[in-house]
């Protein structure tokens, strides 16, 4: 658990970070969201006290961090930024290697991590290991980076706009690996970030920053439903938040039983039972999104559901997608 | 052949002719008689003869390296130092004591040297310890700032001491370019050395003096070549240290 009291940083008389206080729960992802100079990067980068506050505290499982040797307290902390900061004369394996050489762990120890963490990023150690980081693209870099950070198993990691620089492709698969990691380790991160639509499909909670104050804390459904009035609501955009609200949600607690016949199965595709035409079904996992687009270009109010198999299982009504995201 | 091997032989050319012809001439100077014979003076000899070239050659290297070696460790110390958040300060004072060691010819530093030092090779030292110390200063600074922000950063992130960052990150990513300038510096200092043989150095230059005194061009020449034959190795082996120091380097962006 990360405890931030009333933190406080002043540059030249300006309160870059004011009065912030957040208790991070262990394994939950926080994004901080919010306009550059905003203060989120400078709060983040006090929690590994690379940037030593004014005043307040920060504690961490309940012990105060400016109590800690600031390069210990680091050594426990994974740390992940924009510019990705791989050391460009060392392989992509010593890279992924330094935290654990600075704890002293066993040759073997390491190398067994390493390859453990190129498999997990989808880094082909016989291939990537030895490389150094130039020879990479800026996504696989990036992947790097993360796996760098998360190699001594920190049970908590700070990202300073991680995926920032990326292409919308590579940032989007990024986006979906970092998160399966992150929960199936649980991971406690705290997230800076000013991409909204990166916010929302990472953050537990999200934790909106203007002028060194963090105006609002809420899940990102409570933050789409009932956001503050003024800054908040700008910054959201409240015009797609529906659109924003169906892609929190998947399908599969929408689906519902369908009346024997109303779809068939033939040669692997699915047909409307009534007019026999061809239709695409809704997939477990989809988001409610990726239905109503499917329906509103369709022109249908119902479409078919299939597991994993590609087998019937039910139907989505677009009524209760349209429900999902109504006030 | 291939063409790739074709090009690293005759990238290497320059040092293996240099190599060669500085043996011979150390080895068997005689051989270059006819050559030499053709620029000197009637009657005069053509051939050196009064000390081996190979002993003043080995005299010649040590005062430059000894020199070099010494203007190293001052010149990075000092860069090391001004690049530091503490050591900014000192940049000036820096910048002045180098600056001060190159512009002041290093004959004059000999004239002033040799009344507190004696002839011979110390008065020598100090006047190539001072000339050589610019470019390593400046290349270390310039090295040492090139080394990306977000790299140290990051290394500072992960829990790095300022210590380890040095060593590990900021030296490694600046050695190219210090190493520049160390070869900048060295390579000078083979021709600078030279005048350190009016104040009773030994080294090459006694041969070179010894031919202006005697009006033997044969002699100038001997010692010339010798010189710069010194020179191009020494140029080729950093050549090869900085490509290797350089070879995991990025492209910048």
């Known amino acids: 658990m990360i405890t931030l009291q009333n933190l406080t940083k002043i540059y030249g008389g300006v309160k870059a970070v004011n009065d912030v206080s957040l208790t991070i729960p262990d394994g939950e992802l926080w994004a901080l969201v919010g306009t550059s100079g905003c203060g989120k990067s400078t709060t983040l980068r006090m929690v590994n006290r690379l940037i030593e506050p004014s005043s307040g505290s920060i504690q961490i499982d309940g012990v105060d961090v400016m109590a800690m040797n600031p390069q210990a307290l680091r050594l426990g902390i994974g740390y992940v930024i924009q510019g990705i900061g791989l050391f460009p004369h060392r392989t992509i394996a010593e890279n992924i290697a330094t935290v654990p050489r600075l704890l002293g762990w066993k040759r073997g120890r390491i190398a067994e991590r390493v390859d453990e963490l190129l498999h997990l990023f989808s880094l082909a150690p016989g291939e990537f290991a030895r490389k150094y980081p130039h020879q990479l693209s800026g996504g696989q870099q990036q992947r790097v980076g993360v796996a760098r950070a998360l190699a001594a198993e920190p049970p908590i990691l700070l990202m300073d706009e991680p995926f920032g620089a990326l292409d919308p492709i590579t940032r989007a698969r990024l986006q979906m690996e970092f998160a399966q990691i992150q929960k199936r380790q649980k991971i406690t991160v705290i997230f800076v970030t000013h991409d909204m639509d990166e916010a929302f499909l990472l953050g537990d909670r999200i934790a909106v920053m203007d002028k060194g104050r963090v105006l609002q804390v809420e899940t990102p459904e409570n933050l789409l439903r009932r956001p503050q009035p003024g800054f908040v609501s700008d910054f959201i955009g409240l015009d797609d938040r529906v659109i924003r609200l169906l892609s929190l949600r998947t399908v599969d607690e929408a689906v519902r039983p369908a009346a024997p016949g109303r779809w068939r199965e033939a040669d692997g595709a699915i047909l409307d039972g009534t007019t026999g035409k061809p239709v695409a079904p809704v997939r477990p996992g989809d988001t409610m999104r990726e239905a109503a687009s499917r329906i509103i270009w369709e022109n249908t109010d119902v479409l078919p559901a299939v597991d994993a198999g590609g087998h019937v299982v039910g139907e989505v009504l677009a009524s209760q997608i349209w429900a999902q995201g109504s006030r | ?253």
Do not use: C
């Not at chain 2, 010798?226 to 350089?246: E, M």
């Open chain 2, 1 to 253: 052949m291939t063409r790739a091997r074709a090009s690293s032989l005759l990238r290497h050319l320059p040092l293996a002719l240099a190599v060669l012809v500085l043996v011979l001439l150390l080895a068997a100077p005689q051989l270059f008689r006819p050559l030499f014979a053709t620029v000197n003076p009637l009657g005069a000899t053509a051939i050196y003869d009064r000390a081996s070239l190979w002993s003043l050659t080995l005299d010649h290297l040590e005062i430059v390296l000894a020199a070099g070696l010494v203007s190293t460790i001052v010149a990075v110390l000092l860069g090391i130092v001004v690049t530091r958040r503490d050591g900014a300060e000192f940049m000036p004072f820096a910048r002045t004591l180098t600056n001060l060691g190159q512009a002041f010819p290093p004959v004059a530093v000999l004239a002033i040297a040799v009344p507190l030092l004696g002839f011979g090779f110390r008065p020598t030292f100090v006047a190539l310890f001072a000339y050589g110390l610019l470019p390593i200063f400046e290349n270390t600074v310039a090295g040492l700032r090139s080394v990306p922000p977000q790299t140290i950063e990051a290394a500072r992130g992960m829990g790095m001491s300022r210590g380890r960052i040095l060593r590990e990150v900021e030296l490694p990513l600046a050695a190219p370019l210090i190493l520049a300038g160390i070869r900048i510096s060295t390579i000078i200092n083979f021709g600078t050395a030279t005048i350190g043989s009016t104040v009773g150095a030994k080294g090459l230059g006694e041969i070179i003096v010894a031919g202006l005194q005697s009006n033997n061009t044969a002699y100038i020449l001997q010692g010339g070549v010798a010189v710069a034959l010194l020179a191009i190795l020494f140029d080729r082996i950093f050549a090869i240290a900085i490509s290797r120091t350089s070879r995991h380097r990025a492209v910048p962006a």
